[in-house]
């Protein structure tokens, strides 16, 4: 899309010199007062950028009544050009915008002048109509529309610099003679116009809004980018102050400012706008913990990217090394979900010189909700793997709601093994509840293990000001995203059965994190449970409970890297190592980050 950035003066001119003399008598007035003084001007638009003052109030909500209707009466071929030739002008005088959206959709085309004007009749009441849309078949679907209500605390319609809906009507049934007339010829437009409108029959037809389904144009994605992240931030501030009618308009708005965004910000965005949604009007979510469906979705995140994959690799490099010369090794896996970690570390042992060593481990999991024994299940599969690759194998599951239940005589430590306690994205939780995390800490103490794996997102989705949080987990959640763009869709080579699952795949990881955004935003107390932190937050909390840094060796980060490379080429994707720590990100962004403790 074009843009310019001229004054009023030379925007005017500009107007009128596109259109023939008979479209400036269709243009309405623009007001000659374009004030200056802040105090008239509307609360809920200045803060989205307009400056609408509330005595034009009427006059902008008549042209926007109108500009729906001119737009109802343009085929979808007819608007083309405003995605491409046109150019649009700063819509913050959004008297002005209206006005040139008017004349440069309205254009003087190439038909006889007997033939009334369609929209010279159009009615500029501001009341709540009923819509229909004409399908293929002939069905008709009516849809209330949303009155104009000027203190615009219902659904904001046709902000300019957004996806614009126009208004589309059900056409009359043809009368009998005309039934069977040839197919209507194209009329050209002016050169203004740069595309033809076709569909419009001669004059019994002319005037009637066109069969189709309501098209969507984009109106300069990139300044409504910025624009959507103002509102966004403006809402949750809204939010804060305990302004839930300010932010009940802005959560509003953000759903049609996020129409017009490419992939990855559209989806965002629509994820926050929800969890504000459901603080707003406390819609809080129904167990937010549903085990059963949470770890189906953390499978097609596992498979959709590379963050999951990088967490357990990177945590097995470290057990395994610390597991070199034992016979004996017992790993507590705090997390045991569908046991994704552990075929390849069983593999790893298999292959070792001198031959395996005995492996017993110990999976914690929360209750079932269908009454089966999904952790016996998983540690079902992994024996038969075991067998089959004749590693020494002993299994135990436990079920507990927390971490912080637990206590050190519930593992049966032996005399003579080698322990190793896994944390995968699971310590963050217990922050809900006060002490748990050092609980939890000191439990592992009592273990004595060789080495702690701790893997969590890097992040700071804890912090007690809302806002800081919000902030922190929009800009988070928005390179996570972006960087899913680059994994699902499948290859151009890849079979139709692969292609589907992996979109698939990309749609239940979205999802997943769709459902981190909802409980970080929307829920609070024992409730928000995804309370991310730092790795430097992280270290702080492990020396304070008597634990030193394991350095993740030069071949780990090696090894991380080669893993990259099979998802686009590692294109994106940065291995950084910070202090003994590996951190997988994208871009310049640290996402999660790998690190390895063991007792002072």
Request: proline fraction near 6%.
């Amino acid at each position: 899309m074009k843009r310019d950035s001229m004054n009023q003066d030379n925007f005017s001119s500009s107007t009128a010199g596109s259109c023939s003399s008979s479209t400036k008598a269709k243009m309405w007035p623009c007001d000659a007062d374009d004030g200056g003084g802040g105090g008239g001007v509307d609360e809920l638009f200045a803060v989205l950028g307009y400056n609408v003052k509330s005595s034009d109030m009427a006059e902008v909500a008549h042209k926007i009544e109108q500009l729906e209707e001119v737009m109802g009466s343009v085929r979808q071929d007819g608007l083309s050009q405003l995605a491409s030739d046109t150019v649009h002008y700063n819509p913050s005088d959004l008297s002005s915008w209206l006005e040139s959206m008017i004349s440069g959709l309205n254009p003087m085309p190439d038909f006889d002048s007997s033939l009334d004007n369609p929209f010279l009749d159009s009615s500029s009441t501001l009341t709540t109509t009923t819509t229909t849309t004409t399908n293929n078949n002939n069905s008709f679907d009516s849809r209330p529309r949303m009155p104009v209500d000027l203190d615009f605390g219902s659904d904001l319609i046709a902000i300019p610099g957004k996806a614009v809906y126009p208004r589309t009507q059900p056409p009359p049934p043809p009368p009998p003679q005309q039934q069977h007339q040839p197919q209507a010829k194209k009329l050209k437009t002016s050169p203004s116009l740069g595309n033809s409108v076709s569909g419009f029959h001669r004059e019994p037809v002319f005037a009637r809004p066109v069969e189709s389904a309501r098209p969507v144009v984009l109106l300069d994605s990139q300044e409504n980018g910025v624009r959507l992240v103002h509102t966004l931030l403006a809402c949750a501030e809204a939010v804060q102050q305990e302004n839930f009618k300010l932010a009940e308009a802005l959560v509003k708005n953000i759903g049609f400012l996020a129409v017009s965004q490419p992939g990855a910000m559209r989806k965002v965005a629509t994820y926050f706008a929800e969890a504000l949604a459901r603080r707003i009007y406390r819609l809080y979510p129904t167990n937010p913990q549903d085990s059963a469906f949470t770890d189906l979705l953390q499978m097609h995140f596992y498979e959709t990217c590379p963050y999951l994959k990088f967490a357990h690799f990177t945590a097995n490099q470290a057990i395994l090394e610390a597991f070199e010369g034992k016979t004996r090794v017992h790993v507590i896996d705090f997390s045991m979900k569908q046991g994704m970690q552990w075929p390849a570390l069983l593999q790893a042992l298999a292959l070792r010189p001198g031959g395996p060593p005995s492996f017993r481990l110990t999976g914690i999991g929360p209750p079932s909700h269908d009454d089966t024994d999904h952790l016996q299940e998983v540690g079902w599969r992994l024996a038969q793997l075991a067998e089959t690759i004749n590693v020494e194998f002993e299994y135990r599951g436990f079920v507990a709601n927390s971490l912080a239940d637990l206590n050190a005589s519930m593992f049966d430590v032996r005399e003579g093994e080698t322990v190793a306690v896994n944390s995968i994205f699971d310590l963050h939780q217990l922050m809900a509840r006060p002490g748990a995390v050092e609980k939890v800490l000191q439990v592992v103490r009592e273990l004595k293990p060789e080495i702690l794996t701790v893997v969590e997102q890097e992040a700071n989705h804890n912090g007690a000001v809302f806002l800081d949080r919000f902030t922190e987990s929009l800009h988070y959640y928005s390179t996570l995203f972006d960087s899913l763009e680059s994994c699902g869709g499948g290859g151009g080579s890849a079979a139709a059965g692969d292609e589907a699952v992996s979109v698939q795949d990309k749609v239940m990881t979205e999802v997943y994190l769709g459902r981190q955004i909802c409980n970080v935003v929307a829920c609070e107390g024992a409730d928000r449970v995804e309370r991310h932190e730092t790795l430097a937050q992280w270290r702080t909390r492990f020396d304070s409970a008597g634990f030193v840094p394991v350095h993740l060796g030069s071949n780990a980060y090696k090894q991380a890297s080669m893993l990259l490379a099979l998802f686009a080429g590692g294109d994106g994707y940065m291995v950084e190592e910070n202090g003994g720590c590996l951190m997988l990100g994208w871009h310049t962004r640290p996402l999660i980050a790998t690190s390895a403790w063991k007792l002072s």
